[in-house]
């Protein structure tokens, strides 16, 4: 026989959280393995002893926990998300008739917290999953990636400053004594601060243009994507995949001018690394020295040019912005063909009748 369902709200109902959500659901098995108990005890010192009671810093680390896990990038929709969802709800410690802490809960957060409690959560999670097992930490990958800032193309200002001077504006430091040109090294003791710092950025970056609502972000401009304020994330991450060091930084400072700040915040919660591993774009001079002022084997290939007959470097190639297209050394043409949207990628290649 068909029915009909109806909707009958009821004032009381017999059930917990608990009973919902199922034994496999991910925020369970988390649940049951790791505790961020010691939360409380590194904001502690945050909080007055009197007044009324704030949220719990470990429910606002769950809930960015679940707005990372699950990809909930906007903390407005975390909020009503975590509220619409038994098992977030669940996670938190919160039943179902608890109103969740607003959005703006986290800017308060943030302007309360240092930036230095929030590495030291990183580095005891860490400590936690090395006291498990799961972090090997001593061969290391270094790379880094674009991230865009959060600021309009419309709030750029033209900068009336040298590469020296920005980088003493931003750092708030002098460029005295250098001993670098470029990428020669001339077998003096490396100074980690000045590693990057007399090097050009790849080509695209443009430090003499600035953002009056963030300045420390810089332009990029890539190809077919077009201009874009952003900074750089530079990411060291062991062979089992956990990231042991990070540092953010405008989009203008050249890869290799992290890397004494991603060896030294590994080894501040493991041991120096024995090998580590980049792309070419890390093989400086300079950079391959200080590794091996520290003793650490390197898998970088040295910055060279491609000497293969008939092969020619990316950096030998000349792009027209106007035309869009690629001009090779022996002048021929290379058109945009494709683009791979997942990736933000452009392919560009050259007539095969103009190679013959």
Same mark, same amino acid.
């Given at each position: 026989?068909?029915?009909?369902?109806?909707?009958?709200? !009821?004032?009381?109902?017999?059930?917990?959280?608990?009973? #919902?959500?199922?034994?496999?659901? =991910? =925020?369970?098995?988390?649940?049951?393995?790791?505790?961020?108990?010691?939360? !409380?005890?590194?904001?502690?010192?945050?909080?007055?002893?009197?007044? /009324?009671?704030?949220?719990?810093?470990?429910?606002?680390?769950?809930? #960015?926990?679940?707005?990372? =896990?699950?990809?909930?990038?906007?903390?407005?929709?975390?909020?009503?998300?975590?509220?619409?969802? #038994?098992? &977030? !709800?669940? &996670?938190?410690?919160?039943?179902?008739?608890?109103?969740?802490?607003?959005?703006?809960?986290?800017?308060?957060?943030?302007?309360?917290?240092? /930036?230095? #409690?929030?590495?030291?959560?990183?580095?005891?999670?860490?400590?936690?999953?090395?006291? &498990?097992?799961?972090?090997?930490?001593?061969?290391? =990958?270094?790379?880094?990636?674009?991230?865009?800032?959060?600021?309009?193309?419309?709030?750029?200002?033209?900068?009336?400053?040298?590469?020296?001077?920005?980088?003493?504006?931003?750092?708030?430091?002098?460029?005295?004594?250098?001993?670098?040109?470029?990428?020669?090294?001339?077998?003096?003791?490396?100074?980690?601060?000045?590693?990057?710092?007399?090097?050009?950025?790849?080509?695209?970056?443009?430090?003499?243009?600035?953002?009056?609502?963030?300045?420390?972000?810089?332009?990029?401009?890539?190809?077919?994507?077009?201009?874009?304020?952003?900074?750089?994330?530079?990411?060291?991450?062991?062979?089992?995949?956990?990231?042991?060091?990070?540092?953010?930084?405008?989009?203008?400072?050249?890869?290799?001018?992290?890397?004494?700040?991603?060896?030294?915040?590994?080894?501040?919660?493991?041991?120096?690394?024995?090998?580590?591993?980049?792309?070419?774009?890390?093989?400086?001079?300079?950079?391959?020295?200080?590794?091996?002022?520290?003793?650490?084997?390197?898998?970088?290939?040295?910055?060279?040019?491609?000497?293969?007959?008939?092969?020619?470097?990316?950096?030998?190639?000349?792009?027209?912005?106007?035309?869009?297209?690629?001009?090779?050394?022996?002048?021929?043409?290379?058109?945009?063909?494709?683009?791979?949207?997942?990736?933000?990628?452009?392919?560009?290649?050259?007539?095969?009748?103009?190679?013959?």
């Amino acid at each position: 026989m068909q029915d009909k369902k109806e909707f009958r709200q !009821r004032i009381y109902y017999d059930f917990n959280l608990d009973s #919902l959500v199922p034994e496999t659901h =991910l =925020l369970k098995q988390i649940a049951k393995t790791v505790s961020f108990d010691f939360v !409380r005890d590194k904001t502690k010192d945050y909080y007055s002893h009197t007044g /009324k009671p704030s949220i719990d810093p470990v429910v606002l680390t769950k809930m #960015l926990l679940i707005g990372y =896990l699950f990809d909930i990038r906007s903390e407005r929709k975390l909020v009503e998300e975590v509220s619409l969802n #038994l098992a &977030y !709800r669940w &996670y938190i410690g919160y039943d179902i008739d608890e109103a969740i802490p607003e959005h703006s809960i986290f800017s308060k957060a943030r302007a309360r917290f240092t /930036k230095e #409690l929030f590495c030291q959560i990183f580095e005891e999670i860490l400590k936690k999953a090395d006291g &498990y097992g799961l972090i090997k930490g001593k061969e290391i =990958l270094i790379d880094s990636t674009i991230v865009k800032a959060n600021a309009s193309l419309g709030s750029i200002i033209d900068v009336d400053i040298s590469p020296e001077g920005y980088w003493q504006q931003l750092e708030k430091s002098e460029e005295k004594n250098s001993k670098y040109s470029g990428s020669h090294y001339d077998g003096s003791k490396i100074d980690k601060t000045k590693i990057g710092r007399n090097r050009r950025a790849r080509k695209g970056f443009n430090i003499k243009k600035k953002s009056k609502t963030d300045p420390e972000a810089t332009m990029f401009y890539r190809p077919g994507a077009g201009s874009v304020l952003s900074f750089k994330a530079h990411i060291a991450s062991d062979t089992s995949g956990f990231i042991t060091a990070i540092k953010a930084s405008p989009s203008a400072l050249h890869d290799t001018g992290a890397v004494p700040d991603l060896i030294e915040a590994h080894e501040k919660t493991f041991d120096a690394p024995d090998f580590v591993a980049a792309d070419k774009k890390y093989g400086s001079e300079e950079c391959l020295a200080y590794l091996q002022e520290k003793s650490i084997k390197t898998v970088i290939n040295p910055e060279t040019k491609n000497n293969r007959p008939g092969y020619y470097a990316k950096e030998e190639f000349k792009y027209d912005k106007d035309k869009d297209i690629y001009i090779c050394p022996n002048g021929k043409i290379l058109r945009r063909k494709a683009k791979n949207h997942k990736l933000n990628r452009l392919k560009y290649a050259a007539d095969t009748r103009d190679l013959q």
